[in-house]
């Protein structure tokens, strides 16, 4: 594919070097928009995790890629401006995710505007939820 020859292609190489010389150092890849790349299978490349952005279903990345590569996100970051919206969110992926290896966090940046206090709701839930499949 064109996306595998002029993107992907290269990630997997600056990973690859980097697990080389450094292979004891976790190596996250996160591309953005690729649930089409996930869903035909084309995802391939030595590192650990995969961070999935919050355009791409997590139940997608868990099915395609969650036995092979740890999962990261994939929270959409507006849910942030709204403490229930976020809740709700952090325990539908824990809910897809159900125990699987999985790293909680936005599925892209944060915004400046969003209220600390929000992303601090966000860190707490992450916590809570994880303490219920982890004690």
Request: glycine fraction near 8%.
């Given at each position: ?105 936005l599925g892209h940046g944060i915004l400046p505007d969003v209220p600390v206090e929000n992303a601090i709701h966000f860190v707490k839930e992450c916590q809570r939820v994880s303490k219920k499949q982890?004690?």
């Open positions: 594919s064109k996306y595998d020859e002029f993107s992907w292609s290269y990630m997997v190489e600056i990973a690859e070097y980097i697990k080389e010389r450094y292979p004891d150092i976790p190596v996250i890849m996160f591309p953005k928009g690729v649930a089409a790349f996930i869903e035909r299978g084309l995802v391939y490349g030595n590192f650990d995790v995969f961070g999935v952005d919050w355009g791409t279903p997590m139940a997608l990345a868990k099915a395609k890629l969650g036995d092979r590569y740890v999962l990261q996100g994939n929270m959409e970051p507006c849910r942030l401006y709204s403490k229930e919206k976020t809740t709700e969110c952090v325990e539908a992926l824990q809910n897809i995710m159900e125990g699987k290896r999985h790293i909680f966090n982890y004690p």
